[in-house]
């Protein structure tokens, strides 16, 4: 029933804010070695056996604190073009890879398996939700006559964020907005009515 108590203490949601911020901080000061169950408890002045019930270990804390202290992505109100909305959601996402924050998630997802919470949260929080927009953006320019009906929306979804992770994860060049710029302007060429 609704009415019925959970069993076990109830969450503390200052104590978890003020683990996540400590994470952060680790992190922000330290990288990713930096940030163990012991320096976020001592930092957080909490037990860890508070943060091993919420976190199985620091680096699923570590993806958590960086998931929550991610810039929201810009909202599209369905007003201007959808291309020009997916132009601004791609380069969102490349600004926020292009940052600590960004470097900090792409090294703990490169040394992740992908069965782990971290790998799990990073795909679900981040990649699933960057391509459920531009999904909803690309049938949108299509409907605007922008892009031509009848593509692999999927394969081109690949086309636009792939290029971003493996950036991301591989290092060999640079993040940034001019990227971001002709990453598009390359994608939307193969994706335009002939």
Avoid: C
Wanted: proline fraction near 5%.
């Amino acid at each position: 029933m609704a009415d019925e108590e959970k069993r076990g203490r109830p969450r503390d949601m200052a104590a978890r804010r003020r683990v996540l911020t400590a994470a952060y901080a680790l992190l922000e000061e330290g990288g990713v070695t930096a940030l163990t169950m012991e320096a976020v408890a001592a930092r957080a002045k909490v037990g860890k056996p508070m943060l091993y019930r919420s976190w199985p270990n620091a680096q699923a804390l570590a993806m958590a604190a960086l998931i929550e202290a991610a810039p929201d992505a810009p909202e599209d109100d369905g007003s201007g073009p959808a291309l020009a909305a997916l132009r601004r959601q791609v380069r969102f996402v490349v600004e926020v890879f292009a940052s600590r924050i960004g470097r900090s998630a792409a090294a703990l997802v490169a040394s992740a398996t992908r069965d782990t919470e971290i790998f799990k949260s990073f795909r679900s929080q981040v990649i699933l939700s960057s391509r459920t927009v531009g999904r909803a953006l690309i049938s949108r320019a299509v409907e605007e006559g922008d892009i031509r009906p009848g593509i692999d929306v999927e394969a081109a979804l690949d086309a636009i964020y792939g290029p971003v992770f493996f950036r991301v994860l591989v290092g060999h060049e640079g993040l940034d907005a001019g990227f971001a710029d002709r990453l598009m302007d390359t994608v939307l060429e193969g994706l335009r009515p002939r």
